[in-house]
Structure formats: C-alpha cells, structure tokens
C-alpha cells in the first residue's frame, strides 16, 4: 500500500491555502515519520483570480524557502487541472507555453509528481500534458474526477493509449463520495480492461465511505491511496490518514503511536475541524446519493444567507433538473436563471411607493437591538417598509410589502408565506407552478427579474435586470423602478472585512449606485457596508 497524503492540497478548499508554518513544519514532520510515499503539497492553479494561499500556488520559489524533512526529499507532488491548460482549441503551443509558465525542467525543481486532475471531457486531450511534463523529468499520474464504471468504459480507449506508457499511474477520484463497495468493484473491473499499470483511488466521505471504499480497492488490487488528516478536504473530507496508517501498520511497517501525527491532529487539526466542519453530515449524504458535486453543500453551510430548507431545496433542484455534478459559482448564484433572459412581471412598484421613501428591512441582530427606536422611526415619517424573505424581526403592521427573489430560497419557504399578512413580491415566472400553487390564496405581486452578467441594473415598469438574484439587489430595483425619493437601511450589518459575502455586497451596492436611476441610499444602523451612515436616533428628536 502507497500512501499520497494530499491534506494542504486538499485542504485548502477550507483555508483558502493558507497554513501557518508552525503547522507545516509539524505536519511535514509526521509525514516523514509515517513514510508516506508522497505529500501532495498543494496546486498550482494557472489562473491567479482573487487572492489564495501559497499552496494553492506552490511555486518552486516558494518551495526552496520551505524546509523539507529529508525523508521526504523526491516525494513532494503537486497538483494541475487539466482544464487550466486547454481550451476549445487545444492550441498545442498554448498549452505548452501555459505548462512552461508553471514549470521548470525537474532538475531545478523540490517537485518530484505532478498528478493532472481531469474531468472524462478533458481525458482524450491530455496527452499533450502528460508527455510534456514526462520530458520534463517528473513522475506524471492522471487523476479521473467523478469516476464511474460507466464513465470509464465510455473513454476506455483513450485510456488503452496510455497504457505501457510512462505514466505513473492512473488515479480514480469518488468525487461525490458516493460509491459502494459493488461500485468500487466494478470500477475496478472496468478500469482493468483497458489500464495494467498501477492504480489509485482518492475516496471522499460523503457517505462514510472513505475509508472501507480505500480498503476495499486495495484488496482489488488498487495500490496508491489517497488520504488526509483528520480527512480535512473539500466538502466532507477523504478518507483519514491517521485511520489507514492503522489499517495498514503490518503492510507498511509504521506506528501510527511511535509518530507524532496525534499530537499534531491535538494541537492543530481539531481546531481547525471546529472551526471548518468538514466530515460527514446529512446534507452531503443527501447530495452522494443524488450525485450532487459536495463543494455546493460546503459553500451553502458557510453561507449565513443560507437556511438548511435552502440547501434541501438546493439538492431537490439539482437532482430533478439533472446538474450539479461539475461545481459552479455561477450555478448556485444564479439558481439556474438563464442570464438574459427575458422574465416578465404585472406588478408595477410605482402604484404604490411613487415619491416616498423605501426603508429596507434586513435580517441583521440590529434590528432586534434598535427595535423600537426602528418602529418609532416608521411611525413617525411613514416610509414604505419591506421587508426581505420570512425574516421576523419588527411589528409586522409596520410591515407593507415582503420581497423574495432567489427561485430556490422562494420555493424552500413557500409553505411558510401564509404566516404573514402582508403581500409577497417575487418574479413568479421563476418559480414552479407546483409551488405558486400552494400560495394561490395569497397576495402575491409579480415583478420580474432578469439577470445579466454586466454588472448593470435597469428596471422597467413591471420587471428588472440585475446582477445576482440577492434579494436587497430585488428590492432595490423595485424602489427605483417606483421612482422612489430615497432608500434607507436597517439591518444590514454585515461581515468582517475579509468575507467574501462583505465584498460580494459592496460591489453590489457600488454597481447599483453607478446605475441609471439609482437613488441615495444611508443606513440608519450601523453596518459594515462601505455606504453612509446615520443613526435612526438622530431622527427621533
């Protein structure tokens, strides 16, 4: 059994690739004790949009800084996509000139592996890379994501044309975790009918599976296993590096006990599991089973805008709709709205809010800390109030209107609209009519909403374009398609500086306000939002 441990390769998907070098150097130091064959030390993604870590780099200046246990001299791997490297084309001289960005000739190099991660539509063209990197000096593996008896058979020539090759061998990755024993059997099987040379498998733990899934495949002949410790790595983890070393102590002749891999686990990894929670729970169970890429579930549990309903629904909607199986941002943004396309709406915004000025109600705990200074404040200059989903926060009679807008969120809380009295506004074109069936005795008003990839809002009598499907962008669009005086905020606090959501909002905000008809906008509770400010007490002498 050979063992690649992949734990700040993998693991980054929690910490943006960032690891302290106290962690490291430990980390690094249990590796060496255990004798794993390899450290998947992390990426080197070619793209460099937004700010990661070192390791998602792991450039080879980066490495010569890095102090390497000589036990683990010539075992240092790192990890590409093969989709950085080809495009519809496949411009042999593109690829070539985007692989000799990244890589040097191996002799000047800490990387002995590189394993190329590649999706079944990327396998025919990965040759080019491969070889190129062969030539290069290094052990080259190829890594087949979402890996299935039936995947495999459909590229099972291409994968013949590497066979006596020099590839060092073929990895097969559960990217959804949700392989059974029988599953890995026939996987194995397939694989076998085309491919002779050493075999991997990289398990995932969506199921509780990892492990045995490892095990399993080793008994079938699979020779190199992937793992990490405590199982850290995207969406519910991998199989756990510290339970193979165990399972295997006779075959590999290592004790996890005599290492110092549990004192790093004490000191280091259970923290950052509470901190991170990753590891089997219902919801990536729930998303193996529908084959539902794991990533969607991890974004969604770190997102406080997301209800466990939401993330349900999110699942349902994938499953019945056939997606989810390939990991997109703009998936789950969008809620599978195709961009620009035109939804239409019959309510018109104006009949209602014309000239007065809209206070937006959000689900922040300032809300509930000024309650009555907010109540107070509605009261005595009578703004129209909406209100933003099924968020309870003031006195409902305050309340006018309530927006909603992402199809996924609507159809999660659907059932729950009729515990409120005021009025939804949605673009009811989005939603199924299922679902608009279970309101039918309702007031519902229907403004559309478009969304484009411009950055850009407009706004008709009766519908709006914008950029994402977040409600307040929602709201927003209907205060100034009613030809509002002003928008006022409360509840909107925020996230610290460093938070995606933070800088998703801002930008959002800064799109808004450079948009035609835009209207000022001041928040009467304090936020970290980059608009003003004015506290709701100064209204009240």
């Known amino acids: 059994m050979k063992l690649i441990d992949c734990t700040l390769r993998d693991g980054g998907y929690y910490t943006n690739w960032q690891f302290s070098e106290n962690l490291v150097s ?26 990661k870590g070192a390791y998602a780099h792991t450039s080879d200046c980066f490495l010569n800084e890095l102090s390497i246990p000589d036990g683990l001299k010539n075992k ?43 999706h079944y539509q990327d396998f025919p063209n990965c040759k080019l890379i491969v070889n190129h990197l062969i030539s290069l000096g290094y052990k080259v593996g190829l890594n087949i994501m979402q890996a299935n008896a039936n995947g495999i058979s459909l590229i099972g020539n291409e994968i013949k044309s590497f066979d006596n090759s020099s590839l060092e061998f073929l990895y097969l ?27 991997g498998i990289h398990a995932h733990d969506s199921m509780g599976n990892a492990v045995n899934n490892s095990l399993i495949a080793f008994e079938l002949g699979v020779n190199w296993i992937d793992s990490t410790v405590t199982g850290m790595g ?14 295997s102590e006779r075959l590999r002749k290592v004790n996890l006990y005599s290492s110092s891999l549990p004192s790093l686990i004490d000191n280091f990894f259970i923290g950052l599991k509470k901190k991170y929670d990753w590891g089997m729970n219902n919801y990536y169970y729930l998303a193996a089973k529908y ?24 699942i349902k909607y994938f499953y019945e709709h056939g997606k989810g199986q390939v990991f997109s941002e703009t998936e789950i943004e969008t809620a599978g709205i195709q961009i620009n396309q035109t939804n239409n709406g019959s309510w018109n915004p104006k ?116 950029p994402k499907p977040i409600v307040l962008a929602y709201s927003l669009a209907i205060a100034s398609s009613a030809q509002a005086i002003k928008v006022t905020l409360a509840g909107f606090d925020g996230y610290g500086s460093d938070n995606k959501k933070r800088k998703e909002i801002d930008n959002l905000l800064e799109q808004y306000c450079n948009s035609d008809g835009s209207l000022e906008i001041i928040s009467i509770t304090d936020t970290s939002y980059e608009i003003p400010v004015k506290s709701v007490y100064g209204f009240l002498t």
């Open 173 to 199: 990755a559960d990217s959804y975790g949700s392989l059974k024993p029988s599953d890995i059997s026939d996987l194995i099987t397939e694989t076998r009918k085309y491919w002779s040379g050493n075999l």
């Open 76 to 118: 240092i791997g790192v990890m590409v996509n093969a989709s950085d490297f080809l495009s519809d084309s496949n411009d042999r001289k593109q690829v070539l000139t985007k692989l000799n960005q990244l890589f040097k000739e191996k002799i000047e190099s800490k990387v002995s592996l590189v394993r190329v991660a590649t």
């Open 234 to 247: 995207r969406g519910p983890g991998n199989a756990q590096t510290e339970y193979l070393v165990i399972e």
């Open 351 to 466: 009949d209602y809010m014309n000239g007065k000025e809209v206070l937006i109600i959000g689900p922040g705990s300032s809300v509930i800390e000024h309650k009555f200074a907010i109540e107070s404040y509605i009261l005595r200059l009578n703004p129209f109030v909406i209100a933003l989903n099924t968020s309870e926060t003031i006195n409902e009679d305050l309340i006018d209107i309530r927006s909603a807008c992402h199809p996924l969120r609507i159809i999660a809380e659907i059932s729950n609209y009729s515990n409120f009295q005021q009025p939804f506004v949605i673009p009811k074109s989005l939603i199924d009519e299922a679902s608009i069936k279970k309101i039918n005795n309702l007031q519902i008003f229907d403004y559309g909403m478009n969304i484009n990839n411009e950055g850009k809002f407009t706004y008709n009598s009766t519908n709006c374009s914008i």
């Open 291 to 314: 084959n539902v890429h794991p990533s969607y579930i991890q974004n969604m549990i770190s997102d406080p805008r997301y209800s466990s309903e939401d993330i349900l629904q999110t």
């Open 26 to 51: 430990k980390y690094l130091s249990a590796m060496e004790e255990i004798k794993v064959d390899y450290v998947e030390i992390g990426f080197r993604f070619f793209s460099n949009e937004g700010f």
